[in-house]
């Protein structure tokens, strides 16, 4: 009987996975097709033969620089989630542990921003992006994002789980604010900064409608931005589409199995103080 | 989390207990300046692109403002008015993103909320490789909507696609137009956004599922209660906050989609699949009519906004 179940379980979970996990296997052997075997019909599963072709023409291809875009993102997802680690750790601190006028305040603020959807804010954010030059520049995919108040607020909620007495003992020894908050409690809190880095990372690398509409160049804009004009200049040359996405897919994917526990968590405890 | 916010609130705020010397506490110790320096990074950039633009947006609302003109007159709630009157030029096509994201929430959210209970479920136990399938149904969020968007867009294909090749193979109709047509073209979104991010929210009812204390489940099963009143009676109870987050968060997430039926289906057909957030964008940054576009945004987020506090609030009320 529960060999009867465990079996029934195996399998409906081998088969759910299948779902999960085809399209992303079929995305990676298209990419390593020739044009006229992507264009088989009935299609093969494995590329006949194994081909480079898709990804030759992304490194040769002038007028989509995709490698350029990858540099482009690497770049900005990186300096955005240092961005948001220096700016919401600090927040979080003087939030969790400092006692100052207006605090109350500021926190409610920040918080009733994490209830408005932030598309809403994209006319106006636009506006002001071409107020201060930043339009078409690096800058704009990377700082405006960081206002938005989940990193201050997931750092704020972690900090106010560690106890104190580390931090008091410290300021007994002489430390100051600075140094209590650098050596002592950011080192107590590394599960969650890495928490926090890899999801501004993630969200960063994946932003699509933000970067579409403020970067123009083409030798400026990010890899999902770069890849709607790759589908419109290829339309059903597949293999290269599928190389565009599968450098897309990357670096994402290699981070999610490497911290896997740290994406899991972050996500589960989103979810436990809703 | 409640009371360790109780108890942070209490240590920043209580006066120093009487009757001992004021404790040079790790909070009073320094600067009177020193908390706003700490806050001051983020603040500034909470003000120019969190705040700032919250008001921005309702004063543009309240202009008629083209991007490339240099006049900007006061024109009062007329925007507005234009998305609720016939006769005005953007009535239809507001209407009809309106409409298309209606759709699009009223069939996905359901299936949203319910399937990731479902894999919640089965990998709700210890057993072998329960790491691995969780990974495997999550793997799909962590890619952007530019890759999953280009990805179906092609594994949809009427002609060239495999979802129609697999359909012939096993003698279904070959020809069904995936992303050009209605309803298919319905389908195809919810399915491929049920696909991408059912994962995310099968992550949050794991950790819900695992908060509900064991012992509740000894007490029914000596009571002798079958599996279905265990799930009815302690899993679901138990599960009514995480339950209230998804829905919400669900809601306001399909609400917003954009990337989907930008790729996918590209508004086809006609532009009966583009949604509100793709008209927003479109009208103000493509037409550069800002203000009619601010006013569609400060509508879409007042509307979003009572979505989420009805939520709330008809399931706090059962809760009582």
């Not at chain 1, 992006?129 to 700082?143: N, Y």
């Not at chain 2, 957030?277 to 009572?306: P, T």
Request: charged share 15%; with cysteine.
């Amino acid at each position: 009987m529960t060999n009867v179940r465990r079996a029934v379980r195996y399998t409906a979970l081998v088969l759910i996975t299948a779902v999960f996990v085809t399209p992303l296997v079929w995305m990676t052997l298209t990419s390593l097709k020739t044009y006229d075997d992507a264009q088989q019909d009935p299609p093969s599963w494995l590329p006949d033969p194994f081909s480079t072709y898709g990804y030759d023409q992304i490194v040769n291809n002038t007028a989509n620089p995709v490698l350029r875009w990858f540099v482009n993102s690497m770049l900005a997802a990186s300096l955005h989630t240092l961005l948001v680690l220096v700016t919401a750790s600090m927040a979080g601190y003087a939030l969790a542990r400092l006692r100052f006028r207006g605090r109350k305040l500021s926190f409610a603020l920040i918080v009733g921003t994490l209830f408005l959807p932030p598309t809403s804010l994209i006319i106006p954010n636009f506006i002001i992006a071409d107020r201060l030059g930043w339009l078409d520049t690096l800058t704009v995919v990377v700082v405006p994002g960081a206002a938005s108040a989940f990193g201050v607020f997931f750092l704020r909620q972690f900090f106010l789980s560690i106890p104190a007495e580390l931090e008091e003992a410290a300021v007994l020894d002489g430390a100051n604010h600075w140094q209590v908050f650098t050596r002592v409690l950011l080192p107590l809190s590394k599960p969650a900064l890495a928490t926090l880095a890899v999801l501004s990372f993630l969200a960063n690398w994946n932003d699509f409608l933000w970067p579409v509409y403020v970067l123009f160049s083409p030798e400026r804009l990010t890899l999902p931005a770069g890849l709607g004009l790759l589908q419109g200049a290829y339309v059903t040359d597949y293999p290269v589409i599928m190389a565009g996405a599968v450098l897309a897919s990357l670096p994402v994917l290699i981070l999610f199995v490497l911290a896997q526990r740290h994406i899991i968590q972050g996500v589960s405890r989103s979810g436990l103080k809703g | 989390m409640a009371d360790v916010i109780e108890v942070g609130a209490a240590r920043g705020d209580a006066p120093p207990p009487a009757g001992r010397p004021r404790r040079r506490g790790v909070t009073e110790r320094g600067h009177r300046a020193t908390p706003y320096l700490f806050l001051a990074p983020y603040l500034v950039l909470f003000l120019v692109f969190g705040l700032a633009p919250i008001l921005f947006g309702v004063w543009i609302s309240l202009h008629q403002w083209d991007l490339q003109l240099p006049n900007r007159p006061f024109i009062g709630l007329e925007n507005y008015r234009d998305l609720f009157s016939s006769d005005s030029a953007d009535y239809a096509d507001w209407w009809s993103s309106v409409r298309a994201t209606a759709i699009f929430t009223v069939l996905s959210v359901p299936l949203l909320v319910v399937v990731p209970l479902g894999l919640a479920l089965l990998l709700n136990e210890k057993f072998p490789g329960r790491t691995f399938f969780r990974a495997a149904f999550f793997a799909p969020y962590v890619l952007g909507v530019a890759v999953i968007g280009l990805l179906w867009r092609f594994l949809l294909d009427a002609n060239l696609g495999m979802v129609n090749r697999l359909l012939g193979a096993v003698g279904l109709p070959a020809d069904t137009p995936w992303v050009t047509d209605v309803p298919w073209a319905w389908v195809s979104l919810v399915g491929v956004t049920v696909w991408w991010t059912c994962g995310f929210n099968a992550v949050i009812y794991l950790a819900g599922l695992q908060d509900i204390p064991a012992e509740l489940y000894e007490a029914a099963r000596v009571d002798g209660a079958s599996a279905w009143d265990r799930f009815r009676h302690v899993t679901l109870p138990g599960l009514r906050p995480v339950l209230i987050f998804v829905l919400t968060t669900t809601i306001l997430a399909s609400a917003n989609v954009f990337g989907q039926s930008f790729l996918i289906t590209q508004g086809a057909p006609g532009e009966q699949t583009r949604t509100v957030v793709w008209r927003i964008v479109d009208e103000g940054l493509r037409n550069y009519d800002v203000g009619q576009a601010s006013a569609m945004s400060v509508l879409f987020a007042l509307l979003l906004a009572v979505v989420s506090i009805v939520n709330f609030r008809l399931f706090r009320y059962r809760e009582d």
